[in-house]
């Protein structure tokens, strides 16, 4: 299981390095939770000087290389401050900074290029599942950004399946409406791909996913995780939500051997 904590244009500096004592403060996580949290960008470089209990994540990164960029920082400048995972393609860029899908795939390239894994995010909006065109949506969106990448490199490929109607809304997807998507995406990659493949790529949801409704989300065949927006500002909403992954985790391995 993985869980990502996406803290968009939230806290300051001081506030950040709290969070992280805190977090460092705390038992060890849950064996099988693989967690991670980025930070604003202007926090990278000196949290990736710290022994931090999570992997260090950006929530964004240059669709370019090196040069005369004003304002952008390329993929490996961002593993240069310790940034080990990437965010692309969150609706927040999609839909108000520019992050078209032909844009979201080259960022998509260059932080794989980089070495670092990728935290692809796709979604609906409440209009295209009204119009019952989301699996579509969803799946146009990983043909455009995902298709072409070698398999080679899927190993650090996560996909982050996010609905736009829930994010920030307190409006949560069903479970049934979290299986069904994450089975379609599931499906898409055991196409393109293979069926292992398919099956060790990480698919998380994200949208108003919290402490309460976090294990009947995991509990989904294939919920591999969460990409928390709210919930993973303070310390313990964020450690709840490990926990229920770490749960979930081990009554899935269980079920996995037939237990
Ligand atoms: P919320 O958990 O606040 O709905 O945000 C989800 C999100 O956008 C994470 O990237």
Redesign the pocket.
Known sequence: MFVAG?W?SNKSFSEAKEFANVMQGMSPFPEQVEVMVAPPAPYLAAMGQEGLPFRLGAQNVSATGPGAQTGEFTAEMLAGCGVVDV?VG???RRDGHGDVDAVVAEKVNRVLEAGLRVVF?CGESLQDRQSDVHFDKVLRQMESAILHLPVEVMDRVVV?Y?PIW????GLTATADQAQEMHAAIRGWLREAYDAETAAGIPILY?????PGNADELFACADVDGG??????LEPDSFRAIIDAAGRVASAKVGVDAGA
Not at 206 to 210: A, D, E, M, T
């Open positions: 996406n968009k965010i969150h609706s927040e995010c982050a996010e829930a994010i920030g809304t994200g949208g108003s996913c919290k990409l928390i927006g709210g919930a993973a």
